[in-house]
């Protein structure tokens, strides 16, 4: 019995006749870990800005990679008290 099938019920093995390639069908190419790292990427550098304006820790923009956590964080950002306010009122009502 093969280990491995393709989708015409057929064993995939190296063309040397080699093992079935298991493993190297789940494996990702070289495109899909492009793809996946950019979105990464395009997801954490606006947070990161976010994060940083609002007198927060950038790193916790990080936490947007993280299932659940993303909602959390977009959900304390938008409700917390935002330091860098607390610092821009606390300059005007010195002056």
Do not use: H
């Not at 493993?23 to 606006?46: H, K, Q, R, T, Y």
């Amino acid at each position: 019995m093969p280990v491995c099938t393709d989708y015409d019920g057929e064993c995939m093995t190296v063309p040397n006749g080699g093992s079935p390639m298991c493993v190297a069908a789940f494996m990702p190419g070289f495109f899909e870990l492009l793809i996946v790292c950019s979105m990464a990427v395009l997801g954490v550098v606006p947070f990161w800005m976010i994060c940083s304006k609002a007198g927060f820790p950038g790193w916790i923009s990080l936490l947007i990679l993280v299932p659940m956590l993303n909602v959390v964080l977009l959900f304390y950002i938008a409700f917390a008290e935002w330091p860098a306010l607390k610092a821009q009122t606390g300059r005007e009502s010195a002056e």
